[in-house]
T-cell receptor, first 118, second 110 residues
Framework: GAVVSQHPSRVICKSGTSVKIECRSL??????MFWYRQFPKQSLMLMAT?????????EQGVEKDKFLINHASLTLSTLTVASAHPEDSSFYIC??????????????FGPGTRLTVL | LAKTTQPISMDSYEGQEVNITCSHN???????ITWYQQFPSQGPRFIIQ???TKVTNEVASLFIPADRKSSTLSLPRVSLSDTAVYYC???????????FGAGTTVTVRA
């Protein structure tokens, strides 16, 4: 259980293109999903918290007009990188929060999406 | 947010037990500890989590002393495929955000 998928797994685009990445919880409903970015040889960095039916909450320094997040259903959150540039090239990973007893919820991660902007 | 400190790297051999200790001195009362494993170009994989004492599942054990200022992940009888980065994180139960540190790179040799 608790499987999270991402699509596409890899995308290469030209500078100025907008790219949409989908994150789906396959066997559970997730009211909260998170988006992370990971540069080579670095750790994951939280970009934003995506809540179903409401606006995403962005971490400090993350441009909300650049990284558009939509969480329209309990199983799908999307991240759109608007007008991507080479510096946006990175590994984007989503996670979905599984609600558990005793306030010890667990985040399950997707496989990641490798974005390369030429 | 409770900061964690863990070794940058550890080397081991196949069949050995690997113990990774993580410090989290300013963990709050309602926070809990979670561990993830990450292979290159993959998303992190959940290993185990706990609040106190000992938790065991089919892949690992987590030991948390009474003061909860540290925790130890124990991987029994590692194999080459356990070579990965292991992250220790403290989760705040008010927002469940995860703040990833550098993690511990575990290298298992034959």
């Amino acid at each position: 259980g608790a499987v999270v998928s991402q699509h596409p797994s890899r995308v290469i685009c030209k500078s100025g293109t907008s790219v949409k990445i989908e994150c789906r919880s396959l066997d559970f409903q997730a009211t909260t999903m998170f988006w992370y970015r990971q540069f080579p040889k670095q750790s994951l960095m939280l970009m934003a918290t995506s809540n179903e039916g409401s606006k995403a909450t962005y971490e400090q320094g993350v441009e909300k007009d650049k990284f558009l997040i939509n969480h329209a259903s309990l199983t799908l959150s999307t991240l759109t990188v608007a007008s991507a540039h080479p510096e946006d090239s990175s590994f984007y990973i989503c996670s979905a929060r599984v609600v558990q007893e005793g306030n010890t919820d667990t985040q399950y991660f997707g496989p990641g999406t490798r974005l390369t902007v030429l | 947010l409770a900061k964690t400190t863990q070794p940058i790297s550890m080397d081991s051999y196949e069949g050995q037990e690997v113990n990774i200790t993580c410090s989290h001195n300013n963990i709050a009362t309602n926070d809990y500890i979670t561990w993830y494993q990450q292979f290159p170009s993959q998303g992190p994989r959940f290993i185990i989590q706990g609040y106190k004492t000992k938790v065991t599942n089919e892949v690992a054990s987590l030991f948390i002393p009474a003061d909860r200022k540290s925790s130890t992940l124990s991987l029994p009888r590692v194999s080459l495929s356990d070579t990965a980065v292991y992250y220790c994180l403290v989760v705040r139960s008010n927002d469940y955000k995860l703040s990833f540190g550098a993690g511990t790179t575990v290298t298992v040799r034959a």
